[in-house]
């Protein structure tokens, strides 16, 4: 969920990730073997065609790209499965470290899943009550790149009801293009229980989206994110983030990449609520 969010690889230029031992020759040659392929492609295009799918007011039949009734249940299904999955993943108290703990009291943890996958946990108190957020990070998803630098673009490719919707998504490109970009193709799930909202999400495949020329193609889910009120316009965030970011790159080098990514985007949040422009609902552009 929100993966490309995640400023890829930003971590290779931050100075406190180069003093880190996992940063020695061996990464850096990886990274190298993946520069290079990244150099043979042609440059990016980034597909922004939108689809709109709706019913003909006309009584024809609805085009071939309109996803049938049992696709669509297929597409929810898999947006509930995955925010099940990312809940029982938190629940599960079993196997966590901690990674990092902030002075303002962010707190990331991180644990091994099945397959020797690493996903991680963040934990903040934001300053906005849970129907804001939901309005920032789903009804409004496609303005994500307006305060978020980490994403060039969030394109809502299919609407699948209210609380279901297909994105394509693409990460901006990194200080000095030390590493490509990544697209990702995700469907994002809302459900609403009591006072608290869960988004939940995993990649997909269209065969009308594949992978495009010039950018790896990443894998995210099953993620989530949790929005529970704690006070009044005060609220807990809790983040999965489960990231698969293909390509060369070395898992130490992801896993020290990710939690800062993590923290960059909830500090980008907190400066975006602070402003109160989101909380308006001005139109996309």
């Known amino acids: 969920m929100l993966p490309a969010l995640v400023k890829l690889c930003c971590g290779i230029s931050y100075p406190h990730l180069r003093s880190m031992a996992g940063l020695q020759r061996a990464a850096v040659a990886v990274i190298g073997q993946e520069i ?8 990016p295009q980034v597909q922004t065609h939108v689809q709109t799918h709706t019913a003909p007011s006309n009584g024809e039949a609805p085009s071939e790209d309109a996803p049938c009734k049992k696709e669509q249940s297929l597409y929810e299904q898999q947006g509930r499965g995955a925010m099940e999955t990312a ?17 303002d009291g962010d707190v990331i943890c991180s644990k091994v899943l099945r397959g020797n996958r690493r996903v991680f946990k963040l934990e903040a108190e934001l300053d906005a009550t849970v129907e804001q957020l939901h309005h920032v990070l789903f009804v409004r998803v496609e303005d994500m790149h307006r305060w978020n630098p980490s994403i060039q673009q969030i394109r809502v490719v299919r609407r699948l009801g209210s609380d279901t919707v297909i994105t394509h998504e693409v990460s901006a490109a990194t200080a000095g293009n030390l590493i ?9 799930h809302s459900w609403k229980h009591q006072d608290t909202v869960y988004l939940g999400g995993t990649s997909v495949h269209l065969e009308a989206l594949p992978p495009q020329s010039g950018f790896i193609r990443a894998e995210d889910g099953p993620t989530c994110f949790i929005l529970e009120p704690i006070g009044p316009n005060r609220s807990k965030f809790t983040w999965l983030l489960n990231l698969d970011v293909k390509g060369w790159l070395p898992k130490s080098v992801v896993n020290q990449a990710l939690p800062r990514a993590q923290l960059d985007f909830t500090r980008h949040l907190r400066r975006h609520l602070s402003t109160g422009g989101a909380l308006q609902g001005e139109p996309s552009r």
């Open 87 to 103: 809940l029982s993943v938190i629940q599960d108290r079993d196997g966590w470290k901690t990674e990092v703990t902030e002075r």
């Open 180 to 188: 490509g970009q990544r697209d990702f193709l995700s469907v994002r």
């Open 36 to 43: 290079s392929h990244l150099n043979t492609r042609r440059p």
